[in-house]
């Protein structure tokens, strides 16, 4: 999800709620105590420099269990760091505190925002050798030519 979808949708909604992969609910006292833009830049495993850049939400839970951020409060702070970072209408990586800090990517089901999960991958698999994936296939899906039948013995 784009920084210019999120903003969209929170006009639309009066209250804000986040979704884990597993389908538990982030507290909904959290707070969004970060709003950034992360630059990577990296050579990838076949020698190519590459630049990836996100706009990172943070995420918390405080223990204040009255708090509540409301959407035109994260509109704000987002604007605020459009402003003020010059952050561009980037795709949105979301942290949050599992056994570890986890990065999650966001879209939105009409109702939560769902952090999905993320994978790592190789950006070079035409360079650095590794072979290609073999084309998986359904054994059901196989013509069946010079098969034996069940009780012709040729088995």
């Known amino acids: 999800m784009k920084l210019s979808e999120i903003k969209s949708i929170l006009k639309t909604l009066e209250t804000i709620a986040f979704q884990l992969p597993n389908g538990t609910l982030v507290p909904n006292h959290f707070h969004v105590t970060e709003v950034g833009k992360i630059t990577k830049n990296f050579i990838d495993c076949g020698g190519t420099v590459r630049k990836e850049e996100v706009v990172n939400f943070q995420l918390w839970n405080a223990d204040d269990y009255d708090h509540r951020l409301h959407p035109e409060k994260l509109v704000n702070i987002i604007h605020l760091s459009e402003e003020v970072l010059g952050i561009e209408d980037l795709e949105i990586e ?62």
């Open 94 to 155: 979301v942290e949050y505190q599992g056994a570890t800090i986890q990065k999650y990517g966001l879209d939105f089901n009409g109702e939560h925002f769902l952090l999905t999960t993320k994978e790592t991958d190789c950006l070079a698999k035409d360079n650095c050798g590794i072979p290609a994936g073999k084309k998986k296939v359904h054994l059901a899906e196989l013509k069946a030519e010079n098969v034996c039948s069940p009780n012709s013995g040729c088995c």
